[in-house]
């Protein structure tokens, strides 16, 4: 995830914008939203302020890639829906990744209890 800054110098760019998939970056912008709002209600105090501002850019690249002429509504809300199911069957994860490989300090302990209860938001 990127974090934007509304101070930062905008320079000119050589990426055509006119020319990218709409609805794809709509989607990435869309999880970015996602966690923002996420991390604004359940965050570290000292990050909110930073998290607010950033959901504020956030929310104008939303409404800027639902104008562009390459955005389609019905593909959007079709994988908004697949991301709402793989999240109530508990397969979150991002198509393609990976768990981590678990390092010697962490590896599990026979002595030690494990925690088998699931996460949710």
Not at 8 to 29: E, R
Not at 68 to 79: L, N, R
Request: aromatic fraction near 12%.
């Amino acid at each position: 995830m990127y974090f934007y800054s509304d101070t930062s110098p905008k320079g000119p760019s050589d990426i055509n914008v006119w020319k990218m998939n709409g609805s794809k970056c709509y989607l990435t912008h869309f999880s970015n939203y996602l966690f923002l709002m996420f991390v604004s209600k359940r965050g570290h105090s000292r990050r909110k302020a930073s998290v607010e501002k950033e959901i504020l850019i956030c929310e104008k690249k939303l409404a800027f890639w639902q104008r562009h002429p390459q955005f389609d509504a019905e593909y959007v809300q079709k994988e908004k829906e697949k991301d709402d199911q793989s999240l109530a069957s508990g397969s979150w994860r991002r198509r393609g990744s990976q768990p981590r490989a678990r390092s010697r300090r962490h590896k599990k302990s026979a002595s030690l209890p494990t925690c088998s209860r699931s996460v949710s938001f």
